[in-house]
């Protein structure tokens, strides 16, 4: 693969490399106690990887015991190496009192000089960042937390699928990588590589749905609110800037049913915001350079045959 | 606009002067003689410009008596102001024995100086070019050239349509600087002006083509071939290197339907060549730098509440 950023858990584009264990902490393990009212979560609506955890919060009526706020969608001008709250650099989090992501991963390791990810679970408490990684949030939100979620919630992390859905999970969580090293491809083979495995994987998705309702039946699991995020973001944004255009989500019509049913659930509706999601997509990169000069192998010509 | 580039009648980026006498002879006027096996077309299968002259020549069956070239897709590496016959800088085209088309419009005016454009239909008496006007040779080689056309060819260019047919070209030939300008537009306001004016022109051609096989009803015209040009490289194109995917153009039932009769027609099919299409407007292209930042207005997300 031309690139091997977005390794697992990170809204950013940097290699991302093994987060420390101040960073990596765990409620299954003990080492986080869980309590209500006592973390936030820092996500943004344009992140694929921070966007689940909210969603699955939300979901699961946990918005009443933990708190959250999206980060604003766009870096600040000449700032490329941190996340803020709002447009203007002093806007503060009203929850952590903090207007840059850095200042809670400094709590948590006063060397910390990477740039920050999302999604973050804070300890509001102490103001440092708990754990950074979204696979554990997704699964642990899900297993570790069900005597606070709200009466009649789905049980998005069921212990009878579990290791099938972490397995699907790490494969939705590859399609970002496929993505980004399209968008980064320096050769018009390794492009075309990645083009044909994303279609691929996006036939097989197709496939798996075409009988039920959800990739594990007929109850969503978080392994649907990662695939929603990725098709989401699909027409909106990777269409264009990974030059992935062989078909349109549209064109796969088991996906796009699928996608219209999630978008219609009236929680993860609101928690999804095309234009927050174009905005970052279109206007933080601040320059569409990866790709020149490789030619998408879309869209598929043989339309005009029949 | 943001733009002014393209104006009328180049495969050119650079704003295009007024072409001296010597490039824009007719032979309405007399200056050049109507004289089978005398002249040859200069073309691109890329040129939306060019692409329809030799469509027009091959449909009247005046291939037989006016002879003509493609150039090669791709400028060659670090000549930015011409274009070459073959992938070699020396390969010679047969028919003029040059390799680079600045030649023939050296031979027409030895002070010429800028970067030669496409269609360019050359005396090969002189080796010189005669005329690089596209809205000229659409209009005489369908008129003046009428006791050379094959038995049963169409009238591409009706005397009853004149006045409507000269007035619709321009404003076809006029999508061409919307595009453009999309694509260089260097504002949100700006771009979002000129993608709004695109689809309001799709939808327009649609609806004229609701209930009648072409433009001018049911027999086709130059119109015709320049607009199919355009629609051509919409989806294949535009949509991307432009921005402007706000539809598709399947998602225009009449113009989708328009677009794939005209590409049946066994001749335009032959003139056609999608992969040297993309290949010159992804590979030719040094840097997608025009539009950074500028979000797109599509694609259409209203499909998502139905």
Chains 1, 2 share one sequence.
Request: aromatic share 12%; charged share 25%; with cysteine.
């Amino acid at each position: 693969m031309a690139n091997e950023s977005n390794e697992g858990a990170a809204c950013s584009w940097q290699p991302k490399k093994k987060p420390s264990a101040t960073l990596d902490q765990r409620f299954s393990t003990g080492d986080l106690p869980v309590e209500p009212n006592r973390y936030s979560l820092i996500w943004a609506y344009f992140c694929p990887w921070a966007n689940p955890v909210k969603m699955e919060i939300d979901l699961l009526g946990l918005d009443k015991v933990i708190a959250s706020s999206p980060i604003y969608s766009l870096r600040h001008t000449g700032i490329d190496d941190d996340w803020f709250f709002g447009p203007d650099e002093n806007d503060d989090d009203p929850i952590l009192e903090i207007s840059r992501v850095s200042t809670a991963y400094k709590k948590a390791d006063p060397s910390f000089d990477s740039r920050p990810t999302i999604p973050a679970l804070v300890d509001v408490q102490t103001g440092a960042v708990v754990t950074s990684q979204s696979a554990t949030l997704l699964e642990e939100l899900g297993t570790e937390w069900r005597d606070y979620t709200a009466p009649g919630a789905p049980d998005l992390f069921p212990d009878a699928d579990h290791d099938e859905l972490v397995a699907l999970s790490k494969r939705i969580a590859d399609l970002s990588k496929i993505i980004n090293g399209a968008s980064t491809a320096i050769s018009q083979e390794g492009f075309n590589r990645l083009s044909d495995r994303f279609f691929d994987e996006l036939e097989d998705f197709n496939q798996r749905l075409a009988n039920q309702a959800y990739l594990f039946g007929d109850h969503m699991t978080t392994a649907d609110l990662m695939l929603f995020a990725r098709l989401l973001r699909f027409d909106l944004v990777w269409y264009y800037t990974a030059k992935l255009n062989k078909h349109r989500l549209q064109d796969y019509p088991n996906l796009w049913r699928y996608a219209k049913v999630m978008y219609s659930n009236p929680i993860i509706k609101a928690d999804t915001d095309f234009d927050k999601i174009k905005q970052h997509f279109y206007q933080t990169t601040q320059k569409v350079t990866s790709f020149d000069q490789v030619i998408p192998a879309g869209p598929d010509m043989s339309e005009w045959e029949n």
